[in-house]
């Protein structure tokens, strides 16, 4: 595709219930990140694949989130029995290569996720 | 910890030259700093990268001094359309907040 595309583009949830992230990198790009940012702040990293491996995982908050990618296309970002300090913007962004340290990272519209 | 330190925030006016520094005392060996933009609403976008001395593109300047515990993100003559979120990213391998944008720096631009 043209960019990197996310879906849903917000999501309004009830505490305690799980949400799918869903993220559609350019075609081609082997590697793939997550981020959060909260109202009024900077970005949070979360995790990144690189393929369909996750070598950094450092930034995942809890046990309640989880991210997969298949196929080194689409992946899923799985926050499961949500809190409501989990209310943010997730964004994803791809980019050619896996080493972040030089990547140019293209960046989605993310979703923004609201957990009442 | 490749910790970054940015101004809040910065006024200036169309046309001119607006310089944002960035500190990042524990800047590592193979550390690349990479400079994004982000308006309301949208994810950031690439601005410049450099390693060192200073880097140029269509857009904008990057002046990185030889101890490389700053850089600097020079855009000359600014518009309205300038006016967003410039963030100052350096990657450290050793540990965490890797990846880490921080909060980076709100520029306003005037008439």
């Known amino acids: 595709g043209a960019g990197v595309s996310q879906s849903p583009s917000n999501k309004v949830t009830e505490k305690g219930k799980d949400v799918e992230l869903r993220c559609d990198p350019i075609s081609g790009h082997t590697a793939l990140y997550w981020y959060r940012q909260s109202l009024g702040q900077g970005l949070e990293f979360l995790i990144y694949?690189?393929?369909?491996?996750?070598?950094?995982k450092s930034g995942l908050p809890s046990d309640r989130f989880s991210a997969e990618r298949t196929g080194g296309s689409v992946s899923t970002l799985t926050i499961q029995r949500t809190q409501q300090e989990d209310s943010a913007v997730y964004l994803c962004?791809?980019?050619?290569?896996?080493?972040?340290?030089?990547?140019?990272?293209?960046f989605g519209p993310g979703t923004r996720l609201t957990v009442l | 910890l490749a910790k970054t330190t940015q101004p809040i925030s910065m006024d200036s006016y169309e046309g001119q030259e607006v310089n944002i520094t960035c500190s990042h005392n524990?800047?590592?060996?193979?550390?690349?700093i990479t400079w994004y933009q982000q308006f309301p609403s949208q994810g950031p976008r690439f601005i410049i990268q450099?390693?060192?001395t200073k880097v140029t593109n269509e857009v904008a300047s990057l002046f990185i001094p030889a101890d490389r515990k700053s850089s600097t993100l020079s855009l000359p003559r600014v518009s309205l359309s300038d006016t967003a979120v410039y963030y100052c990213?350096?990657?450290?391998?050793?540990?965490?907040?890797?990846?880490?944008f921080g909060t980076g720096t709100q520029l306003k631009v005037e008439l």
């Open positions: 990213l350096v990657v450290g391998r050793g540990g965490g907040n890797k990846l880490t």
């Open positions: 962004a791809s980019s050619k290569t896996g080493d972040p340290l030089r990547s140019e990272q293209f």
């Open positions: 524990n800047i590592a060996t193979n550390d690349y």
């Open positions: 450099g390693y060192k």
């Open positions: 694949f690189q393929g369909n491996s996750a070598p950094d």
